[in-house]
C-alpha cells in the first residue's frame, strides 16, 4: 500500500501541475482538441508509477472541476467534466493507473514503458469517446470517426515521447536518490 507522505504528496502535487501546465499546449479541432493532457499523464505514469500517477490526475481532475482553469484551452469548471471532452479527462486517471501498474510488474524500460503508454492511450481514448458519444448524441461510429480516429497517430507519438522522457528522467530519479527503485527499474 502506498503510503500517505509528504514526498508523495509532493509528486503528485507537481504531476497534477505538470498536466495543467501541457494541457495549455492545444491544437484546436472540430469537437475534441489535441493538447499535451495525455503527453502529461504518460510521463506521470512512467515516472511516478500507478498509485500516484492515479492520485495526480484525480487532482488534476478535482482543481479543474472547482473552476481552476487547468483544462486544455484554459477551462474549468464542472461542466468540462460533464461536457462531450470530459470522458478523456476522467480516463486520465484509469490511464495513469493502467500504466504505471503494468511497469510496476514488468519492467520500468523504453520498450514496456511504449507497451504501458499506448494501451493508457487506449484507456484514455475508449473513455473519451464513449462519453462523447452520449454527451453529443452519436452513432458509436460517429463517436470513432470523431473521438478516436484524428487522435490515433498523435497518440502514438505521444506515447512514445512520454515513454523516452519517463524512462529518462525516471532513471535520473532513481540514481539521485529523490525517487525510490523499484525492484524491476533496469537501465
Known amino acids: 500500500m502506498q503510503q500517505i507522505t509528504l514526498r508523495n504528496i509532493m509528486l503528485a502535487s507537481i504531476f497534477t501541475a505538470i498536466t495543467a501546465i501541457l494541457a495549455q499546449i492545444e491544437i484546436p479541432l472540430p469537437l475534441v482538441p489535441i493538447s499535451g493532457q495525455t ?21 488534476y481532475a478535482m482543481i479543474g472541476a472547482i473552476g481552476i482553469p487547468v483544462f486544455a484551452g484554459f477551462r474549468g469548471g464542472l ?22 501498474k503494468i511497469l510496476e510488474l514488468t519492467k ?16 484514455t481514448l475508449l473513455f473519451g469517446m464513449t462519453q462523447l458519444k452520449f454527451i453529443v448524441d452519436l452513432t458509436w461510429s460517429e463517436a470513432l470517426a ?11 507519438i505521444k506515447a512514445f515521447l512520454a515513454s523516452w522522457i519517463g524512462i529518462v528522467v525516471r532513471q535520473r530519479l532513481v540514481h539521485a536518490k529523490l525517487l525510490k527503485q523499484s525492484k524491476t527499474v533496469t537501465p
Not at 461542466?79 to 504505471?100: L, M, R, S
Not at 520500468?108 to 484507456?123: D, H, Y
Open 39 to 59: 503527453l502529461a499523464v504518460g510521463i506521470t505514469a512512467t515516472i511516478i508509477g500507478s498509485k500516484l500517477g492515479a492520485t495526480a490526475m484525480i487532482g
Open 79 to 100: 461542466q468540462v467534466i460533464v461536457g462531450p471532452t470530459g470522458g478523456y479527462i476522467i480516463g486520465f486517471i484509469f490511464a495513469a493507473y493502467v500504466t504505471g
Open 108 to 123: 520500468f524500460n523504453l520498450r514496456m514503458a511504449i507497451i504501458a503508454n499506448i494501451v493508457g492511450m487506449f484507456i
Open 146 to 156: 470523431s473521438g478516436v480516429y484524428p487522435f490515433l497517430i498523435v497518440g502514438f
